[in-house]
């Protein structure tokens, strides 16, 4: 139980394009869940708290404008990063919880920007 | 915010060998998690620890929260242990907000 599915894993898109990450709660509804972003050989940054039904909630520093995330379902999350850029390629993964604190990460999702 | 360090930030161990990874957070938490994160990127729950002691194979987790630490060993390494091990906490109190400390990357050789 409690897995978490990402996709796409991995995607190259041009520079001034967008493009959707989806995060899925495969096995359990998940009210909440969490993206985060991962530069090489660094630790994960949190930069939004995704809220089923409402708006997501952006850490300090994250432009919402951005990266809009969209939480339509108890169980889909995604996250478009808008008009990228090429300092926008970077890992992102999310993560979510069965309603306890222990939280389940997807695979992630590596986009490079050209 | 909550800071979390973890040392040693890299490590090479010859295969078989035992060692320990340490986790130190400023503030009191209720939630802490070891993750290993595989060379594809994916965090793998090892333990959820805010207190006590766990162990699962190999692997053991021990949190002394009112000193405000934890520390991961690894008996026995294999070459599958390689990666990057990640401590995190809980941000904010009573969320899975996690911050995370920066890794510790683990090279087992043969």
């Known amino acids: 139980g409690a897995v978490v599915s990402q996709h796409p894993s991995r995607v190259i898109c041009k520079s001034g394009t967008s493009v959707k990450i989806e995060c899925r709660s495969l096995?359990?509804?998940?009210?909440?869940m969490f993206w985060y972003r991962q530069f090489p050989k660094q630790s994960l940054m949190l930069m939004a708290t995704s809220n089923e039904g409402s708006k997501a909630t952006y850490e300090q520093g994250v432009e919402k404008d951005k990266f809009l995330i969209n939480h339509a379902s108890l169980t889909l999350s995604t996250l478009t990063v808008t008009s990228a850029h090429p300092e926008d390629s970077s890992f992102y993964i999310c993560?979510?919880?069965?309603?306890?604190?222990?939280?389940?990460f997807g695979q992630g999702t590596r986009l490079t920007v050209v | 915010g909550i800071q979390v360090e973890q040392s040693p930030p890299d490590l090479i161990l010859q295969e078989g060998a035992n060692s320990t990874l340490r986790c130190n957070f400023s503030?009191?938490?209720?939630?802490l998690q070891w993750f290993h994160q595989n060379p594809w990127g994916q965090l793998i729950n090892l333990f959820y620890i805010p207190s006590g002691t766990k162990q699962n194979g190999r692997l053991s987790a021990t949190t002394v929260a009112t000193e405000r630490y934890s520390l991961l060993y690894i008996s026995s390494s294999q070459t599958t242990d390689s990666g990057v091990y990640f401590c995190a906490v809980d941000a904010y109190y009573g969320n899975n907000r996690l911050a995370f400390g920066k890794g510790n990357q683990v090279v087992v050789i043969p």
């Open positions: 096995d359990f509804q998940a009210t909440t």
């Open positions: 993560s979510a919880s069965t309603g306890g604190p222990e939280a389940f």
């Open positions: 503030d009191s938490v209720n939630n």
